[in-house]
């Protein structure tokens, strides 16, 4: 039986519960709203979704790459599924709304199929990525990494500061490292995915408009980078005798910041955004930095050359400074272009429920994993001010449930398509 899609709509009420609900499970000794993966607030999220996945009616299970998943069964098995996802964990000092609208925007949409009583052909899989953001381990999108076989044996075996790998943490939230391999989705089994998030940005607000269609998610190459130099005493020490690594970092962190300002100032981002400094005393001279920097773009070539450029002036810096730097990859995500027909899909129904524009997404989003084995929609609601990743983060409710209906209208056109 075929679902008039615009029959479909949200039950706002059952929405802003939960978004009250999971939003406040966090670790409240921490600024803002922060739920960090693998960590027992995340945890009690996880048990909260499960809870809720099995009222929807789904079947729950936890992947191997420890993604929490709920199933509906399609009326057709011979179909390959459509998934709806996002994540919800948090940064540091993050907001409500980052991620946790996509995986409840999947459940919402299983109630209102459940009380439409539509029967999709397609089996439909809600799931919530583990460790979008970037995790204690240095790699971000861990979940949907493991789900598309991008999570390499090196990354598995890398520690977080209290020494556990993320092969011991993955385990610990039910996944099973070791059959990682044996369950990768392949392109044949995925029709689709979808995914509704907070634009993280002005232009919506900006433009009045409610709904974005994401035209193409930028891909990040992020490094870690150390500078040694000498630890010594900050009052014995002539300026002239000294190798001092944070005095160093300063001269090598403004190079990069005119390299992306300067040379690509509308197609690329850069940020260092991490930094360690030792041994961090007020009378000790710095003899080790270590940082965490990331070039953003829609174009790769443009984030390899400002790399590379950045890789050489730093080496120049250091090399005045009798100082000695060195970088290691951290992650690698492509950059992705969404296919025409899932843009059209989208901006088909979208003007329907609410003012649409499209936008290309400066954020990276898990569909940046899934992109290598199913088509991508992703939808966008409008962030006030264009704040995200503080706690700041807003976006109205209404405005979601606009998101929540027009996903699941693209969604039912799609599977009866
Ligand atoms: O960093 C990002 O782009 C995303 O919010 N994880
Ligand atoms: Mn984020
Ligand atoms: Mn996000
Ligand atoms: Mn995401």
């Keep these: 039986m075929s679902t008039p899609p615009h029959t479909l709509k949200p039950n706002t009420d059952r929405l802003a519960e939960d978004l009250k609900a999971l939003s406040q499970i966090v670790d409240t000794t921490k600024a803002g709203w922060t739920r960090r993966s693998f960590t027992e607030w995340y945890d009690r999220g996880r048990d909260w979704l499960k809870q809720r996945m099995a009222e929807a009616g789904l079947e729950v299970r936890v992947d191997a790459a420890s993604n929490l998943i709920g199933t509906r069964q399609g009326a057709d098995p011979t179909l390959p599924t459509i998934m709806i996802g996002s994540h919800t964990d948090t940064v540091n000092g993050g907001g409500r709304f980052d991620g946790i609208i996509g995986v409840l925007a999947g459940i919402e949409i299983v109630r209102m199929l459940n009380e439409s009583g539509a029967q999709l052909r397609h089996t439909l899989d809600i799931v919530d990525f583990t460790a979008e953001e970037p995790s204690e381990f240095g790699i971000s999108t861990v979940g949907s990494r493991g789900m598309v076989g991008n999570l390499s044996a090196e990354m598995l075996e ?193 003007p329907d429920v609410a003012p649409t524009m499209e936008l290309p997404s400066g954020a990276g989003h898990d569909a940046n994993q899934l992109a290598s084995i199913a088509p991508i929609g992703m939808l966008f609601v409008p962030s006030k001010g264009g704040i995200s990743h503080n706690p700041e983060e807003w976006t109205d409710l209404a405005q979601v449930a606009a998101g929540v209906e027009a996903l699941a209208r693209a969604m039912v056109v799609y599977d009866e398509s």
Aim: proline share 5%; aromatic share 6%.
């Design 158 to 350: 890398r520690t977080d500061p209290a020494g556990r790998t993320l092969r011991e943490a993955i385990s610990a939230l039910g996944g099973s490292p070791d059959e990682l391999d044996r369950n990768i989705r392949t392109a044949a089994e995925l029709a689709l995915y979808l995914e509704l998030h907070i634009e993280q940005g002005p232009v919506l607000e900006q433009t009045g408009k409610t709904l974005g269609v994401v035209t193409g998610i930028v891909g990040i190459h992020r490094y870690r980078v150390s500078i040694a130099g000498q630890p010594n005493h900050a009052g014995t020490t002539p300026m002239n005798m000294r190798f001092d690594a944070l005095a160093g970092f300063c001269e090598i962190g403004q190079a990069f910041e005119r390299l992306c300002r300067e040379k690509y100032l509308t197609d690329v981002v850069g940020t260092i955004g991490r930094i360690r400094n030792d041994p961090n005393a007020s009378n000790v001279i710095p003899g080790l930095v270590e940082f965490d920097m990331e070039i953003r773009s829609l174009d790769m070539n443009l984030c390899q050359a400002i790399y590379d450029a950045f890789e050489r002036e730093s080496h120049r810096i250091a090399e005045d400074r009798e100082l000695t730097v060195s970088f290691e990859p951290l992650s690698k995500s492509e950059a992705i272009e969404v296919p025409r027909g899932i843009r059209r899909l989208l901006m088909d129904v979208c």
